[in-house]
Nanobody, 123 residues
Framework: QVRLVESGGGSVQAGGSLTLSCAIS????????MAWFRQKPQKARLGVAG???????EYMDSVKGRFTISRDKVKNTLSLQMTNLQPEDTGMYYC?????????????????WGLGTQVTVSS
């Protein structure tokens, strides 16, 4: 059973930084897509950043240049470095993975989800 555990969320002021981490277990696939999704209250979950097994990345327009997604194959983790955070970045962030080569990492219907970690940015 694939297990995803997020950590690193918290409360920061605008302009601050956070790094989210996702510990991935029971996922022995060499071909995959992974991403971070964000959900605001009473809104749909949206893909923020994605990466595939080749290292190709995709980002939501509003986070380009501020967020960086990365995959550590040795530690089996997925990370999201977030800089210059803004109040609109507030939300619950979810780590998602699937054993496919998805064409669009931010809109793919991922099978495996973590429970999420909250990020709150105050102005």
């Amino acid at each position: 059973q694939v297990r995803l555990v997020e950590s690193g969320g918290g409360s920061v002021q605008a302009g601050g930084s956070l790094t989210l981490s996702c510990a991935i277990s029971e996922f022995p696939y060499n071909t995959y897509c992974m991403a971070w999704f964000r959900q605001k209250p009473q809104k749909a979950r949206l893909g923020v950043a994605g990466i595939d097994w080749r290292g190709d990345t995709e980002y939501m327009d509003s986070v380009k240049g501020r967020f960086t997604i990365s995959r550590d194959k040795v530690k089996n983790t997925l990370s999201l470095q977030m800089t210059n955070l803004q109040p609109e970045d507030t939300g619950m962030y979810y780590c998602v993975v699937d054993s496919v080569l998805c064409q669009n990492k931010l809109t793919y219907d991922y099978r495996f989800w973590g429970l999420g970690t909250q990020v709150t940015v105050s102005s």
